[in-house]
């Protein structure tokens, strides 16, 4: 195959202003983490909530929790994003409206948009973590906080949720991974995420190889450091005789 | 006229056995295997789509047909088979290069950092970039556009033109960068945008596909224009010749102009849209001058 | 300090497990639950602190009638320790912390006051040395003391204990029994599930023998062991005092 390479390409002039092709991938590389931490951060929260409704023993409760998490789960990504960035903005009360799409610059109102459909989809997939990992502990430890006057509230934070958490961290590294992947759907809205920079630099320089090799040792990097990092957190907060869904 | 046909025919099949032994590269491949392989796109309208089938059609297609044609003739053997291979904008270089694709006819501009991978034939269209906008918003030309929201797809000449253009004149203006034409006529269409900067070729067939084509108007002056060519493998002078000649034939014969009216001034499948795209001067210029240069090297 | 009156529970539909309930339990007494494994007698002391709710009757803990709907169920809780077959620690907290979760939760006590109450109470149990280690480290009759330890940290006015022993191996149900003992000898009122009968004999004051949900003998430990009036006591006494099981 007579490829041309051209590792250069890089280092060479987009032809906009002072910029060469790296900064597009730096710049990229900042879209892709800025968009999944604050999704992250999101999910947890919401997807922690949820997790422990749907273990609560009244049922119009988990049922709150149940319709959610069949509802966005099952909706691709894609179709949630486009909904997000299309059609909810409609339906605002109009000076919102006009601000949301005009007022803002289109990187924020997009940026809002992906993190509010990464953060609400992921949440789906964190409640049913946070929910196997509550409902993996043995009755007994319901009881015996219960038997000590623990409240509900109390009994989840100090009891159940825990241990559930330390259970579920293999499961919730690889949602964790997972969200930095999902983040490149910024690419619909054209918010240029790492994925989407490395598309376009493929597509001016035409040096394809160069361009996705970078951005998959990108990912790689990415990757290794954030399950690395899962792993520390694993160690650190490990106690004797609780073991870990799925231990990997 | 019927003699000197048949003894051009002889001369040709003279000439063809006796350069036989000495085809190399895809012409070879081509004799060998008995097929060319067509790498062309899913929706390129009009230039290269699927319309109904897995055949594709439009313009770009007759102009393949042109150059198998004109190989058929050039290998002496009419029953050369005909293999469709599907391109993206992301595949369609790769696939040349490697030998899946023999020849490929989309909508692909002609440009020096794709001469360092591949080589081009002759151009057969001719686009400048332009702006889509509702007819009622006041933009005449890119100048309007200053503090505005403006939206081009992501990867295309278009998007770093204007960025280019909005950083020298300091215009100010929001630049969105959408994934696909489709996304960027929606962005357009639920006014995060105000305009559509793009090839106006596609311009014209993303507004022939609007509910209501009579809202929106094509404005601005060229930003630059583009030629579009089909790619075959470089370093296969061989295969470019015939690939050439091929599209001085179809210029010189005429019958480039009624490929034209029925792609671009007709309804075409599979709805029955009509782009109503009259020919440009930039490409009938083309036509009088065939060439495989791109638009920046001329 | 406990009382039931005519107290009823079903599970589902047909199985009836405690019929009729009337009993009583004063304060300082120590009262010892038997009766044959499916008899009732872990629903019976679960319903105590409504572990287990009831379906009808009146049980009455420490004044409050805890069988009323409107009753915080959690202020009696705080009030009656429970101390489970299985010891049912946190593992995710030292034994220090599984003490001391509940006086600065539930109590409201300061961090260092509970330590302070917490040390005093592993003391009793016989293992301070091992306030800063996980459950998982200790063995089954340590960690059922560190249990009694944390029923204790609340100031509980009854101790309910669910067959304390039964999960653990011989050689350390002396040392769980040694730490019941104790407490009962403080004039702590307990309600105790075992079938460990030398404790009955010794430091109960009544033998209550449970059967199919119903009180059969409700008697002095001399009286029961020596004259049982029922004859599925009798059957049951056989048994569990033969010296072998065959």
């Known amino acids: 195959m007579n490829y041309h390479w051209d590792w250069g390409i890089f280092f060479k002039s987009t032809g906009i202003g002072q910029e060469i092709y790296l900064h597009w991938f730096i710049t990229g590389l900042g879209w892709t983490v800025a968009l999944s931490l604050s999704g992250w951060l999101i999910a947890m929260l919401l997807g922690t909530v949820l997790g422990v409704l749907r273990t609560l023993p009244q049922r119009s409760l988990s049922a709150i929790g149940t319709a959610y998490v069949n509802l966005f789960r099952n909706v691709p990504l894609l179709v949630q994003l486009f909904v997000w960035y299309f059609i909810v903005p409609d339906y605002l009360p109009e000076p919102i409206q006009t601000w949301f799409k005009q007022g803002l610059k289109p990187e924020i109102s997009g940026f809002i948009s992906v993190v509010a459909c990464l953060g609400l989809f992921t949440a789906a997939r964190v409640c049913e973590q946070v929910r196997t990992g509550i409902q993996a502990l043995p009755r007994g430890q319901i009881n015996a906080a219960l038997a000590l006057g623990l409240n509900p509230w109390k009994t989840y934070r100090h009891v159940l949720l825990p241990q559930a958490f330390r259970i579920i961290i293999p499961p919730l590294t690889s949602e964790f991974l997972n969200i930095f992947k999902n983040s490149s759907v910024a690419s619909l809205i054209g918010l240029m995420d790492l994925l989407a920079q490395t598309k376009q630099t493929a597509e001016f320089t035409a040096n394809l190889f160069e361009a996705f090799t970078l951005a998959t040792l990108i990912y790689f990097t990415l990757n290794m450091s954030l399950m690395l990092m899962m792993r520390w957190l694993e160690k650190r907060v490990k106690v004797p005789g609780l073991i870990s869904l799925g231990g990997k | ?298 | 300090m406990i009382r039931f009156n005519k107290v009823n529970k079903w599970f589902g539909r047909d199985h009836h497990v405690l019929k009729n309930i009337t009993l009583e339990v004063k304060q300082g007494e120590v009262v010892v639950v038997c009766g044959p494994s499916g008899s009732g007698k872990s629903t019976l002391i679960r319903t105590i602190n409504q572990l287990e709710p009831v379906n009808d009757g009146v049980i009455i803990v420490d004044g409050i009638t805890i069988t009323d709907p409107k009753t915080n169920i959690n202020k009696v809780r705080e009030e009656v320790g429970f101390v489970f077959q299985h010891f049912n620690l946190y593992p995710h907290l030292t034994v220090l912390e599984n003490i001391t979760l509940a006086p600065i939760q539930v109590r409201k006590m300061e961090k260092a006051a509970a330590e302070q109450l917490g040390v005093e109470l592993l003391e009793r149990v016989g293992l301070l040395n091992k306030k800063d280690v996980y459950p998982a480290q200790l063995s089954g009759g340590q960690q059922q003391r560190v249990a009694i330890a944390r029923g204790l940290a609340m100031r509980p006015k009854v101790m309910l204990f669910d067959e304390p022993t039964s999960a653990l191996d011989p050689e350390m149900i002396g040392e769980v029994l040694k730490v019941m003992q104790d407490l009962a000898e403080s004039g702590m009122t307990m309600v105790v599930v075992t079938h460990e009968m030398g404790f009955a004999r010794e430091v109960s004051d009544r033998v209550i023998f449970l059967d199919h949900g119903e009180i059969l003998e409700d008697a002095k430990p001399e009286d029961f062991f020596t004259n049982p009036q029922h004859e599925r006591a009798k059957q049951f006494l056989r048994q569990i005092l033969a010296p072998m099981h065959q």
């Not at chain 2, 290069?97 to 360092?116: H, L």
């Not at chain 2, 000449?157 to 630049?175: C, D, F, V």
Request: glycine share 8%; hydrophobic share 40%.
């Open chain 2, 1 to 298: 006229m019927k003699k000197s046909l048949l003894v051009s025919l002889a001369i040709a099949s003279l000439f063809s056995t006796a350069q036989a032994a000495e085809l190399t590269g895809t012409l070879k491949k081509i004799k060998e295997s008995g097929t060319v392989v067509l790498g062309h796109r899913d929706s390129s309208i009009p230039f290269s789509y699927l319309a109904d089938g897995s055949k594709p059609v439009g313009f770009s297609v007759d102009i393949a047909n042109a150059i198998i044609d004109e190989v058929k003739k050039e290998l002496g053997l009419p029953a050369i088979k005909v293999q469709y291979n599907l391109v993206t904008s992301q595949t369609r270089i790769p696939l040349v290069q490697n030998g899946t694709v023999d020849v490929e006819c989309g909508s692909t501009t002609n440009n020096i950092e794709r001469q360092q991978q591949v080589a081009f034939t002759n151009g057969f269209f001719k686009i400048g970039t332009r702006l889509l906008t509702k007819k009622t918003s006041g933009i005449k030309d890119f100048a309007d556009l200053a503090g505005k929201n403006l939206v081009t797809t992501a990867g295309t000449t278009s998007e770093r033109q204007i960025k280019k253009l909005n950083e020298e004149k300091k215009l100010g203006m929001n630049i969105i960068s959408a994934k696909d034409h489709g996304e960027s006529f929606l962005m357009l269409e639920s006014g995060r945008a105000v305009a559509f900067m793009m090839d106006d070729v596609l311009l014209a067939g993303e507004m022939a596909k609007a509910k209501n084509p009579a809202d929106w108007a094509i404005v601005g002056t060229p930003q630059s224009s583009e030629i579009y060519g089909c790619m075959v493998r470089k370093d296969d002078p061989a295969f470019k010749a015939v690939a050439d000649r091929a599209l001085v034939n179809f210029f010189k014969s005429g019958r480039v102009n009624a490929s034209y009216t029925k792609w671009f001034q007709q309804p075409i499948p599979p709805k029955g849209l009509n782009m109503n795209f009259t020919m440009s001067e930039g490409l009938k210029a083309l036509i009088a001058k065939p060439t495989d240069k791109s638009a920046e090297q001329m």
